[in-house]
């Protein structure tokens, strides 16, 4: 099993997605889910539309983690269409390949394709995306209401040869507990390509027993 921090590790809400809160994921080596979206012409941080003067540049961040000593992989949430150039461009200006982007529209999923950027497929009791599961190796697991998928369903994907990464249930204001009794039982050579994103970073690297490199 490997984590990641969903929006940095962070205390507090506030924290959330700041260069901070990112950074100190990265330094231990944990992935890192992210947002990113536009902001008068520039690639920001933010999760929402980003009100105020206390607005993180995506390019501050990706220049600490280009100086970081661990580069863990990176979740790029991307919460507005048309990016693809600029991030494309930002991406390779430093030097980033542990990545992939997900959740763009699906028109927009194109652009992403085209540049042969990674982009994970996201699945979820809304939204059969199997259609494109040909063209990446990383499935985004969510559960907006119930969990619908098994551990046989998770293992036939590892199995094929994806990456899957699960949204933690407390996400979604749910209890993780049983979710997390299910995923333990994944087999450990399957559960190296098996990522979860999580608030409770602390108490997952203790129940999944996570070392990081």
Excluded at 93 to 100: E, I, K, M, Q, S
């Amino acid at each position: 099993m490997n984590l990641l921090c969903h929006r940095g590790m962070w205390v507090k809400k506030e924290e959330q997605n700041t260069v901070g809160a990112l950074m100190a994921a990265v330094k231990r080596g944990f992935g890192v889910e992210t947002d990113v979206r536009d902001n008068h012409g520039r690639l920001v941080v933010s999760h929402d539309p980003p009100v105020g003067q206390n607005i993180l540049p995506l390019e501050r961040f990706l220049e600490a983690y280009r100086g970081a000593d661990k580069k863990p992989l990176l979740a790029l949430n991307v919460k507005a269409d048309g990016l693809h150039e600029r991030l494309d461009q930002m991406l390779q200006a430093h030097g980033v390949d542990n990545y992939f982007v997900f959740d763009m529209a699906l028109p927009d999923t194109f652009g992403y394709l085209k540049k042969r950027m990674p982009f994970a497929v996201r699945l979820s009791e809304y939204e059969d995306g199997k259609h494109l599961l040909k063209y990446t190796n990383t499935v985004w697991l969510d559960a907006f209401e119930r969990e619908w998928y098994s551990i046989a369903d998770i293992s036939a994907l590892l199995n094929s040869g994806k990456r899957v990464c699960v949204v933690s249930p407390e996400l979604h204001r749910r209890s993780h507990v049983q979710l997390w009794e299910r995923l333990a039982s994944v087999p450990a050579g399957l559960a190296k390509n098996l990522y979860m994103c999580t608030d409770l970073f602390e108490q997952a690297q203790e129940a999944f027993n996570v070392i990081q490199d």
